[in-house]
Protein backbone atom coordinates (compact mmCIF):
# COMPACT_ATOMS: atom_id res chain seq x y z
CA UNK A 1 0.00 0.00 0.00
CA UNK A 2 1.25 2.91 -0.79
CA UNK A 3 1.00 6.51 1.39
CA UNK A 4 1.31 9.86 0.32
CA UNK A 5 1.25 12.81 2.46
CA UNK A 6 -0.98 15.59 2.33
CA UNK A 7 1.98 18.15 2.26
CA UNK A 8 5.73 18.67 1.17
CA UNK A 9 6.88 21.31 3.09
CA UNK A 10 10.95 22.15 4.41
CA UNK A 11 9.85 21.28 8.51
CA UNK A 12 6.86 22.51 10.71
CA UNK A 13 7.84 26.23 10.36
CA UNK A 14 7.56 26.35 6.75
CA UNK A 15 4.90 28.89 5.66
CA UNK A 16 1.60 27.08 3.90
CA UNK A 17 -0.50 29.66 3.53
CA UNK A 18 -1.08 33.14 4.11
CA UNK A 19 -4.65 34.66 5.59
CA UNK A 20 -4.25 38.15 4.76
CA UNK A 21 -0.88 39.26 5.71
CA UNK A 22 -0.57 36.69 8.39
CA UNK A 23 2.13 33.82 7.35
CA UNK A 24 0.58 30.04 8.83
CA UNK A 25 2.97 27.42 9.32
CA UNK A 26 2.73 23.83 8.86
CA UNK A 27 2.88 23.38 12.34
CA UNK A 28 -0.37 25.11 12.58
CA UNK A 29 -1.82 23.96 9.70
CA UNK A 30 -1.50 20.15 11.00
CA UNK A 31 -2.81 21.44 14.47
CA UNK A 32 -6.13 22.85 12.75
CA UNK A 33 -6.45 19.93 10.50
CA UNK A 34 -6.73 17.10 13.62
CA UNK A 35 -9.02 19.87 15.71
CA UNK A 36 -11.65 20.16 12.70
CA UNK A 37 -11.25 15.84 12.13
CA UNK A 38 -12.17 15.39 15.99
CA UNK A 39 -14.84 18.42 15.14
CA UNK A 40 -16.32 16.41 12.26
CA UNK A 41 -19.75 14.49 12.05
CA UNK A 42 -19.91 10.62 11.77
CA UNK A 43 -20.87 10.58 8.04
CA UNK A 44 -19.54 9.49 4.53
CA UNK A 45 -19.81 12.69 2.69
CA UNK A 46 -19.24 15.94 2.85
CA UNK A 47 -19.72 19.39 0.76
CA UNK A 48 -17.07 21.34 1.54
CA UNK A 49 -18.10 25.20 0.85
CA UNK A 50 -15.85 27.02 2.66
CA UNK A 51 -14.72 30.17 0.72
CA UNK A 52 -11.83 30.59 2.35
CA UNK A 53 -8.91 28.96 0.79
CA UNK A 54 -7.01 27.68 4.01
CA UNK A 55 -10.38 26.67 5.52
CA UNK A 56 -11.45 24.79 2.93
CA UNK A 57 -7.60 23.17 2.58
CA UNK A 58 -7.70 22.34 6.41
CA UNK A 59 -11.24 20.77 6.00
CA UNK A 60 -10.36 18.58 3.11
CA UNK A 61 -6.94 17.45 5.28
CA UNK A 62 -9.65 16.64 7.94
CA UNK A 63 -12.34 15.04 5.87
CA UNK A 64 -9.77 12.91 4.52
CA UNK A 65 -8.27 11.91 7.55
CA UNK A 66 -11.82 10.83 8.21
CA UNK A 67 -12.33 8.35 5.56
CA UNK A 68 -15.20 11.13 4.54
CA UNK A 69 -15.09 11.71 0.32
CA UNK A 70 -15.56 15.58 -0.41
CA UNK A 71 -18.06 16.39 -3.19
CA UNK A 72 -17.44 19.11 -5.02
CA UNK A 73 -20.89 20.61 -7.03
CA UNK A 74 -20.55 23.10 -9.26
CA UNK A 75 -22.75 25.38 -7.78
CA UNK A 76 -24.37 25.71 -4.47
CA UNK A 77 -27.73 26.54 -5.27
CA UNK A 78 -30.90 24.98 -3.58
CA UNK A 79 -31.34 22.63 -6.58
CA UNK A 80 -28.07 21.62 -6.99
CA UNK A 81 -27.75 20.73 -3.25
CA UNK A 82 -31.31 18.92 -3.53
CA UNK A 83 -29.76 16.57 -6.70
CA UNK A 84 -26.78 16.10 -3.64
CA UNK A 85 -29.31 15.62 -0.95
CA UNK A 86 -31.45 12.38 -2.89
CA UNK A 87 -28.12 11.02 -4.16
CA UNK A 88 -25.92 10.88 -0.92
CA UNK A 89 -28.58 11.04 1.56
CA UNK A 90 -25.41 10.88 4.59
CA UNK A 91 -24.29 14.14 3.16
CA UNK A 92 -23.61 17.08 5.22
CA UNK A 93 -21.86 20.65 4.57
CA UNK A 94 -19.06 21.97 6.04
CA UNK A 95 -19.10 26.23 6.03
CA UNK A 96 -17.76 29.44 6.95
CA UNK A 97 -20.56 31.45 5.68
CA UNK A 98 -24.50 31.46 5.55
CA UNK A 99 -26.32 29.85 3.26
CA UNK A 100 -29.65 28.05 2.51
CA UNK A 101 -28.87 24.31 2.48
CA UNK A 102 -31.92 22.91 2.03
CA UNK A 103 -32.13 19.27 3.65
CA UNK A 104 -28.73 19.10 4.04
CA UNK A 105 -27.59 19.31 7.13
CA UNK A 106 -24.64 22.06 7.91
CA UNK A 107 -21.60 22.30 10.06
CA UNK A 108 -20.58 25.67 10.17
CA UNK A 109 -16.16 26.11 10.51
CA UNK A 110 -15.10 26.88 14.00
CA UNK A 111 -14.12 30.53 14.31
CA UNK A 112 -11.37 28.98 16.96
CA UNK A 113 -9.93 26.04 17.25
CA UNK A 114 -7.77 24.32 20.16
CA UNK A 115 -4.10 25.02 19.95
CA UNK A 116 -1.85 21.48 19.99
CA UNK A 117 -0.61 20.04 22.63
CA UNK A 118 2.56 19.07 20.72
CA UNK A 119 3.75 19.39 17.23
CA UNK A 120 0.87 17.09 15.24
CA UNK A 121 2.26 14.81 12.19
CA UNK A 122 1.68 15.61 8.70
CA UNK A 123 -1.20 13.70 7.99
CA UNK A 124 -0.64 10.80 5.05
CA UNK A 125 -3.03 8.68 3.16
CA UNK A 126 -3.12 5.58 1.06
CA UNK A 127 -3.05 6.16 -2.48
CA UNK A 128 -6.33 4.23 -3.60
CA UNK A 129 -8.03 6.19 -0.61
CA UNK A 130 -11.59 8.09 -2.65
CA UNK A 131 -11.00 11.04 -1.84
CA UNK A 132 -13.48 13.44 -3.68
CA UNK A 133 -16.51 13.44 -6.46
CA UNK A 134 -15.48 16.19 -8.96
CA UNK A 135 -18.97 17.45 -10.87
CA UNK A 136 -18.73 18.83 -14.46
CA UNK A 137 -19.59 22.14 -15.06
CA UNK A 138 -22.79 21.91 -16.44
CA UNK A 139 -21.83 24.24 -19.97
CA UNK A 140 -22.66 20.73 -21.69
CA UNK A 141 -25.49 19.51 -19.43
CA UNK A 142 -26.58 17.81 -16.01
CA UNK A 143 -23.49 17.62 -13.86
CA UNK A 144 -21.57 14.31 -13.60
CA UNK A 145 -19.59 13.52 -10.53
CA UNK A 146 -15.81 12.03 -11.16
CA UNK A 147 -14.44 10.00 -8.87
CA UNK A 148 -10.62 11.08 -7.40
CA UNK A 149 -8.46 8.78 -5.30
CA UNK A 150 -6.15 10.59 -3.66
CA UNK A 151 -3.29 8.82 -5.21
CA UNK A 152 -4.69 10.59 -8.68
CA UNK A 153 -5.03 13.98 -6.94
CA UNK A 154 -1.34 13.68 -5.74
CA UNK A 155 0.17 12.36 -9.23
CA UNK A 156 -1.43 15.13 -10.86
CA UNK A 157 -0.50 18.20 -8.96
CA UNK A 158 3.66 16.77 -9.25
CA UNK A 159 3.30 16.31 -12.60
CA UNK A 160 1.76 19.59 -13.26
CA UNK A 161 4.01 21.66 -11.09
CA UNK A 162 7.15 20.41 -12.47
CA UNK A 163 5.92 21.04 -16.26
CA UNK A 164 4.73 24.38 -15.49
CA UNK A 165 8.48 24.29 -13.74
CA UNK A 166 7.21 26.10 -9.99
CA UNK A 167 10.61 25.06 -8.71
CA UNK A 168 12.31 28.08 -10.00
CA UNK A 169 9.82 29.97 -7.20
CA UNK A 170 10.43 28.09 -4.35
CA UNK A 171 7.89 29.13 -1.74
CA UNK A 172 6.02 31.04 -3.86
CA UNK A 173 2.13 32.55 -3.02
CA UNK A 174 -0.47 31.45 -5.09
CA UNK A 175 -3.39 33.95 -5.40
CA UNK A 176 -6.48 32.28 -6.91
CA UNK A 177 -9.51 34.49 -8.83
CA UNK A 178 -10.83 30.82 -8.79
CA UNK A 179 -12.97 29.19 -5.60
CA UNK A 180 -11.25 25.99 -4.62
CA UNK A 181 -14.13 24.12 -5.42
CA UNK A 182 -13.86 23.87 -9.19
CA UNK A 183 -11.62 21.72 -10.32
CA UNK A 184 -8.89 24.52 -11.72
CA UNK A 185 -9.12 25.72 -8.71
CA UNK A 186 -8.97 23.12 -6.89
CA UNK A 187 -6.15 21.36 -8.16
CA UNK A 188 -3.91 24.50 -8.89
CA UNK A 189 -4.65 27.31 -5.77
CA UNK A 190 -4.90 23.84 -3.23
CA UNK A 191 -2.73 21.10 -4.66
CA UNK A 192 -0.11 22.73 -6.28
CA UNK A 193 0.38 24.49 -3.18
CA UNK A 194 0.52 21.82 -0.99
CA UNK A 195 2.23 19.13 -3.15
CA UNK A 196 5.03 21.83 -3.94
CA UNK A 197 6.04 23.06 -0.73
CA UNK A 198 4.19 26.37 -2.15
CA UNK A 199 1.79 29.30 0.10
CA UNK A 200 -1.60 29.04 -0.40
CA UNK A 201 -3.52 32.78 -0.13
CA UNK A 202 -6.90 32.12 1.72
CA UNK A 203 -8.59 34.40 0.14
CA UNK A 204 -9.96 34.75 -3.54
CA UNK A 205 -9.74 38.56 -4.61
CA UNK A 206 -12.54 39.16 -7.44
CA UNK A 207 -11.96 42.64 -8.49
CA UNK A 208 -9.49 44.25 -10.36
CA UNK A 209 -8.48 46.91 -7.52
CA UNK A 210 -8.68 43.76 -4.85
CA UNK A 211 -6.60 41.64 -6.93
CA UNK A 212 -3.65 44.24 -7.54
CA UNK A 213 -3.89 45.19 -3.86
CA UNK A 214 -3.57 41.69 -2.94
CA UNK A 215 -0.70 40.96 -5.22
CA UNK A 216 0.96 43.87 -4.08
CA UNK A 217 0.75 43.42 -0.13
CA UNK A 218 2.26 39.57 -0.52
CA UNK A 219 6.33 38.34 -0.50
CA UNK A 220 7.48 37.92 -3.66
CA UNK A 221 7.35 35.39 -5.62
CA UNK A 222 3.53 35.59 -6.58
CA UNK A 223 1.38 33.48 -8.92
CA UNK A 224 -1.67 34.48 -10.17
CA UNK A 225 -3.92 31.72 -10.75
CA UNK A 226 -6.79 33.36 -12.91
CA UNK A 227 -9.42 33.02 -16.13
CA UNK A 228 -9.61 34.74 -19.20
CA UNK A 229 -12.83 36.68 -17.88
CA UNK A 230 -10.94 38.25 -15.04
CA UNK A 231 -7.65 38.67 -16.87
CA UNK A 232 -9.14 40.96 -19.77
CA UNK A 233 -10.77 42.96 -16.68
CA UNK A 234 -7.34 43.27 -15.04
CA UNK A 235 -5.31 44.43 -18.25
CA UNK A 236 -8.15 47.41 -18.40
CA UNK A 237 -6.73 48.71 -15.40
CA UNK A 238 -3.82 50.08 -16.68
CA UNK A 239 -2.86 52.08 -13.89
CA UNK A 240 -2.72 49.16 -11.73
CA UNK A 241 0.90 47.87 -10.53
CA UNK A 242 1.09 44.35 -12.29
CA UNK A 243 3.16 42.42 -9.41
CA UNK A 244 3.40 38.80 -10.12
CA UNK A 245 6.62 36.78 -11.09
CA UNK A 246 4.10 33.87 -12.92
CA UNK A 247 0.88 33.65 -14.34
CA UNK A 248 -1.25 30.90 -15.17
CA UNK A 249 -5.15 31.17 -16.98
CA UNK A 250 -7.69 28.16 -17.15
CA UNK A 251 -11.26 27.15 -17.81
CA UNK A 252 -11.84 28.95 -20.78
CA UNK A 253 -10.11 29.61 -24.40
CA UNK A 254 -7.59 32.03 -24.29
CA UNK A 255 -6.92 34.49 -27.13
CA UNK A 256 -3.30 34.61 -28.23
CA UNK A 257 -3.65 38.66 -28.31
CA UNK A 258 -4.77 38.54 -24.46
CA UNK A 259 -1.94 36.66 -23.51
CA UNK A 260 0.67 38.73 -25.30
CA UNK A 261 -1.13 41.67 -23.98
CA UNK A 262 -0.98 40.01 -20.47
CA UNK A 263 2.76 39.05 -20.64
CA UNK A 264 3.87 42.71 -21.33
CA UNK A 265 1.34 44.12 -18.38
CA UNK A 266 3.20 41.36 -15.92
CA UNK A 267 6.51 41.03 -17.67
CA UNK A 268 6.52 37.21 -17.06
CA UNK A 269 5.27 34.17 -19.10
CA UNK A 270 1.51 33.87 -19.45
CA UNK A 271 0.73 29.80 -19.40
CA UNK A 272 -2.71 28.19 -19.62
CA UNK A 273 -3.82 24.49 -18.73
CA UNK A 274 -5.84 22.38 -20.52
CA UNK A 275 -7.69 19.50 -18.58
CA UNK A 276 -11.77 18.56 -17.45
CA UNK A 277 -13.56 17.50 -14.14
CA UNK A 278 -13.32 13.73 -15.96
CA UNK A 279 -9.65 13.85 -16.36
CA UNK A 280 -8.09 16.55 -14.41
CA UNK A 281 -5.33 18.81 -15.70
CA UNK A 282 -3.72 17.29 -19.32
CA UNK A 283 -1.62 19.85 -20.74
CA UNK A 284 0.03 23.56 -20.44
CA UNK A 285 1.06 25.43 -23.05
CA UNK A 286 2.60 28.83 -23.26
CA UNK A 287 -0.54 31.03 -25.36
CA UNK A 288 1.57 33.97 -26.24
CA UNK A 289 4.42 31.90 -28.07
CA UNK A 290 2.45 28.44 -29.18
CA UNK A 291 -1.17 27.42 -30.59
CA UNK A 292 0.17 23.79 -29.19
CA UNK A 293 -0.13 21.83 -26.31
CA UNK A 294 2.22 19.47 -24.41
CA UNK A 295 0.43 16.59 -21.96
CA UNK A 296 2.06 16.96 -18.41
CA UNK A 297 4.70 13.94 -17.75
CA UNK A 298 2.78 11.12 -17.42
CA UNK A 299 0.06 11.57 -19.76
CA UNK A 300 -0.60 10.07 -23.40
CA UNK A 301 -3.35 10.35 -25.49
CA UNK A 302 -4.83 8.18 -28.50
CA UNK A 303 -7.44 8.67 -30.81
CA UNK A 304 -10.10 6.10 -32.54
CA UNK A 305 -13.40 6.69 -34.38
CA UNK A 306 -14.78 7.68 -31.41
CA UNK A 307 -12.39 10.65 -30.65
CA UNK A 308 -9.51 11.18 -28.51
CA UNK A 309 -8.69 9.12 -25.47
CA UNK A 310 -6.33 10.27 -22.37
CA UNK A 311 -4.77 8.06 -19.99
CA UNK A 312 -2.20 8.02 -17.28
CA UNK A 313 -1.20 7.36 -14.33
CA UNK A 314 -3.10 10.68 -12.52
CA UNK A 315 -6.03 9.16 -14.89
CA UNK A 316 -7.72 6.53 -12.59
CA UNK A 317 -9.81 5.56 -15.89
CA UNK A 318 -8.77 5.65 -19.82
CA UNK A 319 -11.23 8.97 -20.04
CA UNK A 320 -12.87 9.95 -23.90
CA UNK A 321 -12.11 13.94 -24.45
CA UNK A 322 -14.87 15.99 -24.89
CA UNK A 323 -13.15 18.07 -27.66
CA UNK A 324 -11.93 18.01 -31.26
CA UNK A 325 -8.44 17.33 -31.21
CA UNK A 326 -5.67 17.31 -33.80
CA UNK A 327 -3.15 15.13 -32.41
CA UNK A 328 0.41 15.64 -33.57
CA UNK A 329 1.80 13.08 -31.17
CA UNK A 330 0.70 10.93 -28.03
CA UNK A 331 1.83 14.24 -25.55
CA UNK A 332 1.28 17.09 -28.63
CA UNK A 333 -2.02 18.23 -29.89
CA UNK A 334 -3.63 21.87 -31.14
CA UNK A 335 -7.16 21.98 -29.98
CA UNK A 336 -10.24 22.85 -31.93
CA UNK A 337 -13.25 23.24 -29.20
CA UNK A 338 -15.73 20.82 -27.63
CA UNK A 339 -17.28 18.70 -29.70
CA UNK A 340 -20.61 19.55 -28.30
CA UNK A 341 -19.70 22.88 -30.10
CA UNK A 342 -19.32 22.31 -33.89
CA UNK A 343 -21.95 23.22 -35.94
CA UNK A 344 -22.94 22.72 -39.59
CA UNK A 345 -24.93 25.40 -41.40
CA UNK A 346 -25.36 25.10 -45.34
CA UNK A 347 -22.97 22.62 -45.76
CA UNK A 348 -19.96 24.67 -43.72
CA UNK A 349 -18.33 23.21 -40.76
CA UNK A 350 -17.27 25.17 -37.64
CA UNK A 351 -16.96 25.23 -33.62
CA UNK A 352 -18.75 28.06 -31.57
CA UNK A 353 -14.96 28.13 -29.48
CA UNK A 354 -13.43 29.56 -32.74
CA UNK A 355 -15.90 31.81 -33.85
CA UNK A 356 -16.22 33.15 -30.17
CA UNK A 357 -12.51 33.36 -30.14
CA UNK A 358 -13.44 35.74 -33.22
CA UNK A 359 -16.25 37.86 -31.66
CA UNK A 360 -13.78 38.58 -29.06
CA UNK A 361 -11.06 39.35 -30.69
CA UNK A 362 -12.76 42.78 -31.96
CA UNK A 363 -11.92 45.94 -30.36
CA UNK A 364 -14.10 47.13 -28.13
CA UNK A 365 -15.99 43.85 -27.40
CA UNK A 366 -15.60 43.42 -23.67
CA UNK A 367 -16.99 39.93 -24.01
CA UNK A 368 -19.19 37.92 -25.82
CA UNK A 369 -20.53 34.44 -26.80
CA UNK A 370 -22.28 32.41 -29.63
CA UNK A 371 -25.15 30.27 -29.45
CA UNK A 372 -26.05 27.28 -31.43
CA UNK A 373 -30.39 26.82 -31.30
CA UNK A 374 -31.29 23.63 -32.67
CA UNK A 375 -34.69 23.48 -35.14
CA UNK A 376 -37.25 20.93 -34.30
CA UNK A 377 -35.33 18.55 -36.29
CA UNK A 378 -32.00 18.82 -34.54
CA UNK A 379 -30.43 21.10 -37.63
CA UNK A 380 -28.58 24.56 -36.70
CA UNK A 381 -30.07 26.79 -39.58
CA UNK A 382 -29.09 29.96 -37.60
CA UNK A 383 -26.81 31.30 -34.86
CA UNK A 384 -27.36 33.57 -32.43
CA UNK A 385 -25.04 35.73 -30.36
CA UNK A 386 -24.78 37.50 -27.16
CA UNK A 387 -22.52 40.64 -26.60
CA UNK A 388 -21.07 43.20 -24.01
CA UNK A 389 -20.19 45.77 -26.06
CA UNK A 390 -20.87 49.36 -24.44
CA UNK A 391 -20.58 52.07 -27.24
CA UNK A 392 -21.00 49.61 -30.01
CA UNK A 393 -24.09 48.95 -32.29
CA UNK A 394 -24.99 45.46 -33.40
CA UNK A 395 -24.04 46.50 -37.48
CA UNK A 396 -20.63 47.27 -36.20
CA UNK A 397 -19.81 43.86 -34.62
CA UNK A 398 -21.22 42.16 -37.56
CA UNK A 399 -18.98 44.32 -40.01
CA UNK A 400 -15.50 43.37 -37.86
CA UNK A 401 -17.50 39.73 -38.21
CA UNK A 402 -18.04 39.44 -41.15
CA UNK A 403 -14.07 40.31 -41.93
CA UNK A 404 -13.01 37.27 -40.09
CA UNK A 405 -15.51 34.40 -40.42
CA UNK A 406 -17.44 32.92 -43.32
CA UNK A 407 -20.65 35.15 -44.04
CA UNK A 408 -22.52 31.61 -43.10
CA UNK A 409 -21.85 31.89 -39.25
CA UNK A 410 -22.83 35.72 -39.18
CA UNK A 411 -25.20 35.63 -36.26
CA UNK A 412 -29.13 36.88 -37.11
CA UNK A 413 -29.86 38.15 -34.36
CA UNK A 414 -26.93 39.68 -32.06
CA UNK A 415 -27.83 40.97 -28.82
CA UNK A 416 -26.04 43.53 -26.72
CA UNK A 417 -26.37 42.51 -23.05
CA UNK A 418 -24.88 44.46 -20.14
CA UNK A 419 -23.40 40.98 -18.81
CA UNK A 420 -23.44 37.20 -19.79
CA UNK A 421 -24.17 35.36 -17.04
CA UNK A 422 -20.93 33.42 -16.57
CA UNK A 423 -20.03 31.57 -12.76
CA UNK A 424 -17.34 32.22 -10.50
CA UNK A 425 -14.85 30.45 -12.82
CA UNK A 426 -15.90 32.37 -16.07
CA UNK A 427 -17.78 29.61 -17.43
CA UNK A 428 -21.48 29.87 -19.13
CA UNK A 429 -23.27 26.95 -17.86
CA UNK A 430 -26.01 25.77 -20.63
CA UNK A 431 -29.07 26.46 -18.56
CA UNK A 432 -28.09 30.03 -18.17
CA UNK A 433 -27.35 29.90 -22.02
CA UNK A 434 -31.16 28.89 -22.36
CA UNK A 435 -32.64 30.98 -19.76
CA UNK A 436 -31.05 33.68 -21.66
CA UNK A 437 -31.64 33.05 -25.27
CA UNK A 438 -35.65 31.97 -23.76
CA UNK A 439 -35.41 35.88 -22.66
CA UNK A 440 -34.99 37.63 -25.84
CA UNK A 441 -37.12 34.87 -27.19
CA UNK A 442 -40.52 36.54 -25.31
CA UNK A 443 -39.42 40.19 -26.01
Not at 120 to 131: C, G, V, W, Y
Request: charged share 20%.
Amino acid sequence: MTILPFIRHDGPDAVVAYRGSRPITVREFCADIASIARALPSRAHVVNLCADRYRFAAAFGAALSRGQISLMPPNKTPAMLGQIAARYPDVYCLTDADFESGDIPVMKYPETLPAAEASPEIPAFPAEQLAAFVFTSGSTGAPVPNAKPWGALVESALAAGSGLGVASLPGAVLVGTVPPQHMYGFESTVLLALQHGLALYAGQPFYPADIYACLETLPPPRMLVTTPIHLRALLADEAAPAAAEFVLCATAPLAPQLAVAAEARFGVPLYEIYGCSEAGQVAQRRTAASSEWRCFQGISLRQDDAGTWASGVQIPAEILLNDVIDLRASDRFLLHGRTADLVNIAGKRTSLAHLNYHLNSIAGVRDGVFVAPPDDQGAVTRLTAFVVAPGMKPREIIRELRRRIDAAFIPRPLHLVESLPRNSTGKLPQEAIEKLAAEFAER
